[in-house]
């Protein structure tokens, strides 16, 4: 056996190295070409194929022997060549009609090697050794079933697009039991193309194609083939695959690239125009720090003492009633903070509008600072009477105070505050308070106010109480002060009204909005360097008004002289104590500037007659 | 063998290392010694079962590329259909080894299994040799004998996996050398052939068979351990 085996194979290597192409009918289990020769073709088996790994059937033809027309006198015969002592033995089960000889299960050994013959009559015997062949190398699975495809995405173009096709592996190859092992095979093509797209083999049952076109109508197949051996089954039938266009995403894509384009083109506009016009951007958006100043007033003006421009503009530009007298005398102060003239301060301009006294000026001042001053935004200059005062007053606290220091007046506050005579600012209310001390004090400041505090508010205002004497005053002038005016009348020079002393650090004297003279004692009966003296409520003399003072008389104590407490403003005092019935006990007049108010302010004097401030009054009670 | 597998080959190198790597790496697998078969008590029966299918698929790629890789390189065309021919030269064919579906849905888990060892215990012998041979070759590609040498290691551990399983499912534990001394009627292969060109030829087309026989009967094994009933 083993002799004739090797035997075999040197015959066969013999043949087939000389003259491989001549044999007919061989080499059915490989792919490549046969050669067709003139020379007659005997029987041969075409094919042998097996679908399932466990069955096969082969097929032969006559070829062209006139002689063996009739099917039936062909007989197959095979081998298994799974042992030395195998015999030939003719085919199970025949099938004439298409020439097929068919090997069941029971027949069918894999892994064995059999090999067909075809005998003739007469034994004759045409065989092929080419013709011998395991089956599980002619297995030729049978195509998928059920087909079908879904899409999976369009491209935002809208011009491609991507299937998944899926199906079902062939009933009759056994895959489930693992007894076969099979790989797909999709080709496609466009519906009038000629040429086929093949995807690479796979295993599972789905596979994606890529990057169709759309509104192309796709033909698509599929073909098997057991895994590790080499033959493709038939194709299945076509699906055919189409998607249509869709012209809208075509022109969104248009539409984002337009607006994309727009936008950048729009942020480059704007840029150049940032860049061109910087320092007037700059301008907008940082504008520079405002000065503290007046309208329409220079400050320069100020500073270089023009009286009367400044007066004008104070005074007859409309803006109000800018006390002139203080103009004048802030002249020379440079720490004095004017009232903000602005006429958007609605409240002081209001104010400012209506009073028409100089009086009422001066007490509009404070009403006005203290609310400008609140309402404004000053800068830090805290001098004058403003940095003793607390600022956040309000407004209404401040009116209350102002009503309060009016002696006898608290139901007419308004009408004080709203007087229903504006007076004409003019000059000769000024005149008055032009009048120098002989000190070279401030010369409208002919006379102090002095006024016991009667309250301190809570918010560190501080209510004074005219004395007997202004209240006799009061009631006298009760009809003239009716009228709410604080004008020019002379009968309003009765009314002691309280004045917010500016307190001058300098020394130079009181800073207090004191406009009106003395009332019963002439200026000059106050004794220069007198400080304040204790302030008693007492009953007080009645005082004859001084006709010849226009203004407002200051608050006198009937008791003391009033020349005592009319002391020229030229310094401050300190105030010593306060009294069991809250009178101020102050020092004699001393020429040192007194000390700061608060610490952070030495502008601030420790005394205004008419104002203490909490910080004043803990100091005070220390 | 056939040339369309030839380039294949480098990808399918590349894809067997991967899951070398992922069974011999992996913590449970059972150590790869000879004398340790009994260190592997964690490992699952189906766990066991599912890496030597592993193992025989891809000894069943790695030898199909085997001999296509050979058979492009020193068969010439003509010759190539000797396989078929010289199927019956292989030398397991006289092992009693079921070699149909019908055959195989009769015998029982037990036999399958033994059939599946005696295949893997008969050809790590000539794979060795096969080694040997190649190494001779003047020409002979370095892939070749890579994939050589790792069909024969892999064919070990298959051996010990195999072994394993038995002892698991059937819990024999005499298997352990039991076919081994079933002596392959080598000797008949060698004087016979006139080349050792083809007789190597002949043995890689067996070995694909076999290699195929053996993926084959484990897979039929695993269904049948999960799915009775409906199972060949």
């Given at each position: 056996?083993?002799?004739?085996?090797?035997?075999?194979?040197?015959?066969?290597?013999?043949?087939?190295?000389?003259?491989?192409?001549?044999?007919?009918?061989?080499?059915?289990?490989?792919?490549?070409?046969?050669?067709?020769?003139?020379?007659?073709?005997?029987?041969?088996?075409?094919?042998?194929?097996?679908?399932?790994?466990?069955?096969?059937?082969?097929?032969?033809?006559?070829?062209?022997?006139?002689?063996?027309?009739?099917?039936?006198?062909?007989?197959?015969?095979?081998?298994?060549?799974?042992?030395?002592?195998?015999?030939?033995?003719?085919?199970?089960?025949?099938?004439?009609?298409?020439?097929?000889?068919?090997?069941?299960?029971?027949?069918?050994?894999?892994?064995?090697?059999?090999?067909?013959?075809?005998?003739?009559?007469?034994?004759?015997?045409?065989?092929?050794?080419?013709?011998?062949?395991?089956?599980?190398?002619?297995?030729?699975?049978?195509?998928?079933?059920?087909?079908?495809?879904?899409?999976?995405?369009?491209?935002?173009?809208?011009?491609?697009?991507?299937?998944?096709?899926?199906?079902?592996?062939?009933?009759?190859?056994?895959?489930?039991?693992?007894?076969?092992?099979?790989?797909?095979?999709?080709?496609?093509?466009?519906?009038?193309?000629?040429?086929?797209?093949?995807?690479?083999?796979?295993?599972?049952?789905?596979?994606?194609?890529?990057?169709?076109?759309?509104?192309?109508?796709?033909?698509?197949?599929?073909?098997?083939?057991?895994?590790?051996?080499?033959?493709?089954?038939?194709?299945?039938?076509?699906?055919?695959?189409?998607?249509?266009?869709?012209?809208?995403?075509?022109?969104?894509?248009?539409?984002?690239?337009?607006?994309?384009?727009?936008?950048?083109?729009?942020?480059?506009?704007?840029?150049?125009?940032?860049?061109?016009?910087?320092?007037?951007?700059?301008?907008?958006?940082?504008?520079?720090?405002?000065?503290?100043?007046?309208?329409?007033?220079?400050?320069?003006?100020?500073?270089?003492?023009?009286?009367?421009?400044?007066?004008?503009?104070?005074?007859?530009?409309?803006?109000?009633?800018?006390?002139?007298?203080?103009?004048?005398?802030?002249?020379?102060?440079?720490?004095?903070?004017?009232?903000?003239?602005?006429?958007?301060?609605?409240d002081?301009?209001e104010k400012e509008d209506q009073k028409?006294?100089?009086?009422q000026?001066?007490l509009g001042?404070?009403q006005r600072?203290?609310g400008?001053?609140?309402?404004?935004?000053?800068?830090?200059?805290?001098?004058?009477?403003?940095?003793?005062?607390?600022?956040?007053?309000?407004e209404q606290?401040t009116h209350l105070l102002a009503a309060?220091l009016l002696?006898?007046q608290p139901e007419d506050e308004e009408a004080f505050l709203h007087p229903d005579?504006?007076?004409?600012?003019?000059?000769?209310?000024?005149?008055?308070?032009?009048?120098?001390?002989?000190?070279?004090?401030?010369?409208?400041?002919?006379?102090?106010?002095?006024?016991?505090?009667?309250?301190?508010?809570?918010?560190?205002?501080?209510?004074?109480?005219?004395?007997?004497?202004?209240?006799?005053?009061?009631?006298?002038?009760?009809?003239?002060?009716?009228?709410g005016t604080l004008?020019?009348?002379?009968?309003?020079?009765?009314?002691?009204?309280?004045?917010?002393?500016?307190?001058?650090?300098?020394?130079?004297?009181?800073?207090?909005?004191?406009?009106?003279?003395?009332?019963?004692?002439?200026?000059?009966?106050?004794?220069?360097?007198?400080?304040?003296?204790?302030?008693?409520?007492?009953?007080?003399?009645?005082?004859?008004?001084?006709?010849?003072?226009?203004?407002?008389?200051?608050?006198?104590?009937?008791?003391?002289?009033?020349?005592?407490?009319?002391?020229?403003?030229?310094?401050?005092?300190?105030?010593?104590?306060?009294?069991?019935?809250?009178?101020?006990?102050?020092?004699?007049?001393?020429?040192?500037?007194?000390?700061?108010?608060?610490?952070?302010?030495?502008?601030?004097?420790?005394?205004?007659?008419?104002?203490?401030?909490?910080?004043?009054?803990?100091?005070?009670?220390? | 063998?056939?040339?369309?597998?030839?380039?294949?080959?480098?990808?399918?190198?590349?894809?067997?290392?991967?899951?070398?790597?992922?069974?011999?790496?992996?913590?449970?697998?059972?150590?790869?010694?000879?004398?340790?078969?009994?260190?592997?008590?964690?490992?699952?029966?189906?766990?066991?079962?599912?890496?030597?299918?592993?193992?025989?698929?891809?000894?069943?790629?790695?030898?199909?590329?085997?001999?296509?890789?050979?058979?492009?390189?020193?068969?010439?065309?003509?010759?190539?259909?000797?396989?078929?021919?010289?199927?019956?030269?292989?030398?397991?064919?006289?092992?009693?080894?079921?070699?149909?579906?019908?055959?195989?849905?009769?015998?029982?888990?037990?036999?399958?299994?033994?059939?599946?060892?005696?295949?893997?215990?008969?050809?790590?012998?000539?794979?060795?040799?096969?080694?040997?041979?190649?190494?001779?070759?003047?020409?002979?590609?370095?892939?070749?004998?890579?994939?050589?040498?790792?069909?024969?290691?892999?064919?070990?551990?298959?051996?010990?996996?195999?072994?394993?399983?038995?002892?698991?499912?059937?819990?024999?534990?005499?298997?352990?050398?039991?076919?081994?001394?079933?002596?392959?009627?080598?000797?008949?292969?060698?004087?016979?052939?006139?080349?050792?060109?083809?007789?190597?030829?002949?043995?890689?087309?067996?070995?694909?068979?076999?290699?195929?026989?053996?993926?084959?009967?484990?897979?039929?094994?695993?269904?049948?351990?999960?799915?009775?009933?409906?199972?060949?």
């Amino acid at each position: 056996m083993a002799v004739s085996l090797s035997y075999d194979l040197l015959l066969l290597l013999v043949i087939s190295s000389l003259d491989w192409s001549s044999t007919p009918g061989s080499a059915f289990l490989t792919d490549h070409n046969r050669m067709t020769s003139s020379a007659p073709v005997e029987p041969h088996f075409t094919e042998c194929m097996s679908r399932d790994l466990e069955t096969f059937r082969c097929w032969w033809s006559p070829g062209t022997f006139h002689n063996l027309s009739s099917p039936e006198e062909l007989r197959v015969f095979y081998l298994k060549r799974n042992s030395p002592s195998s015999e030939w033995k003719e085919c199970p089960e025949y099938s004439h009609l298409n020439r097929e000889c068919f090997f069941d299960a029971n027949h069918t050994s894999i892994w064995i090697p059999y090999c067909l013959q075809l005998r003739g009559q007469n034994n004759i015997t045409y065989f092929n050794e080419d013709d011998c062949f395991s089956v599980e190398n002619i297995v030729r699975p049978d195509p998928p079933v059920s087909l079908n495809w879904t899409l999976l995405i369009v491209s935002p173009s809208g011009l491609s697009y991507d299937v998944m096709v899926s199906w079902e592996p062939p009933p009759s190859a056994d895959v489930s039991t693992g007894w076969m092992r099979i790989e797909y095979e999709i080709q496609y093509r466009e519906r009038n193309a000629t040429t086929w797209e093949a995807l690479e083999t796979q295993p599972h049952t789905q596979q994606t194609i890529y990057g169709l076109q759309a509104g192309t109508e796709y033909e698509v197949h599929i073909r098997t083939k057991m895994k590790g051996f080499p033959k493709f089954g038939d194709f299945s039938d076509s699906i055919f695959v189409k998607v249509t266009e869709i012209p809208l995403r075509e022109s969104a894509v248009l539409l984002t690239l337009v607006l994309t384009f727009g936008v950048a083109g729009i942020l480059i506009l704007i840029m150049l125009i940032v860049v061109s016009h910087q320092q007037r951007l700059m301008m907008i958006l940082l504008p520079p720090v405002p000065a503290p100043k007046i309208k329409g007033i220079d400050s320069e003006l100020l500073k270089k003492g023009k009286l009367e421009e400044l007066d004008f503009i104070l005074n007859g530009g409309g803006l109000g009633g800018l006390p002139t007298y203080i103009s004048d005398y802030y002249q020379d102060e440079p720490w004095v903070e004017f009232i903000e003239v602005d006429e958007e301060d609605a409240d002081c301009g209001e104010k400012e509008d209506q009073k028409s006294s100089d009086t009422q000026r001066l007490l509009g001042l404070p009403q006005r600072s203290v609310g400008c001053f609140s309402a404004d935004s000053h800068p830090d200059d805290d001098s004058g009477r403003a940095s003793c005062y607390d600022t956040d007053l309000s407004e209404q606290d401040t009116h209350l105070l102002a009503a309060s220091l009016l002696p006898g007046q608290p139901e007419d506050e308004e009408a004080f505050l709203h007087p229903d005579e504006k007076a004409p600012a003019s000059e000769t209310n000024k005149s008055p308070l032009i009048q120098t001390e002989s000190e070279g004090k401030p010369t409208w400041i002919n006379t102090d106010l002095y006024a016991q505090v009667s309250n301190v508010m809570p918010s560190g205002g501080v209510v004074l109480s005219p004395g007997q004497q202004l209240r006799i005053q009061e009631n006298t002038e009760k009809e003239s002060q009716k009228k709410g005016t604080l004008g020019e009348d002379t009968s309003k020079l009765n009314k002691p009204q309280f004045q917010l002393l500016v307190v001058d650090p300098d020394g130079s004297g009181y800073t207090s909005e004191i406009t009106a003279r003395q009332i019963s004692t002439p200026p000059s009966s106050l004794v220069p360097g007198e400080g304040y003296q204790t302030i008693y409520p007492q009953p007080m003399e009645t005082k004859p008004a001084a006709p010849s003072e226009p203004n407002q008389s200051p608050y006198i104590l009937p008791d003391s002289p009033q020349t005592r407490l009319f002391a020229p403003v030229a310094d401050y005092t300190v105030v010593q104590e306060l009294d069991t019935h809250q009178s101020l006990l102050l020092n004699l007049p001393t020429q040192q500037p007194p000390p700061p108010c608060l610490p952070q302010h030495p502008l601030k004097a420790p005394v205004a007659i008419g104002y203490v401030t909490p910080d004043l009054l803990g100091n005070l009670s220390s | 063998c056939f040339t369309d597998f030839f380039f294949l080959q480098w990808g399918v190198w590349a894809l067997l290392l991967w899951p070398c790597l992922v069974v011999i790496s992996n913590p449970e697998d059972c150590k790869e010694d000879h004398g340790s078969l009994t260190r592997c008590p964690s490992i699952s029966q189906e766990k066991l079962l599912d890496r030597i299918i592993h193992h025989a698929e891809l000894i069943y790629r790695v030898s199909e590329e085997l001999c296509s890789l050979f058979e492009e390189m020193f068969i010439p065309f003509p010759l190539r259909i000797q396989s078929n021919l010289a199927a019956y030269a292989c030398i397991t064919k006289t092992l009693p080894i079921p070699s149909s579906k019908s055959e195989l849905q009769q015998i029982s888990d037990k036999w399958l299994l033994h059939s599946v060892l005696m295949l893997v215990q008969s050809w790590i012998e000539p794979l060795v040799y096969l080694q040997m041979t190649l190494d001779h070759y003047d020409h002979a590609p370095d892939t070749l004998l890579n994939k050589t040498k790792w069909v024969s290691e892999k064919l070990v551990s298959l051996e010990q996996g195999v072994v394993a399983l038995i002892k698991k499912m059937l819990d024999d534990g005499t298997l352990a050398t039991a076919y081994n001394d079933q002596s392959v009627p080598q000797n008949d292969v060698q004087p016979e052939v006139l080349e050792s060109v083809m007789k190597d030829y002949v043995l890689i087309s067996c070995f694909k068979k076999d290699a195929h026989k053996m993926e084959t009967f484990l897979k039929l094994l695993k269904c049948r351990q999960t799915d009775r009933y409906n199972c060949a």
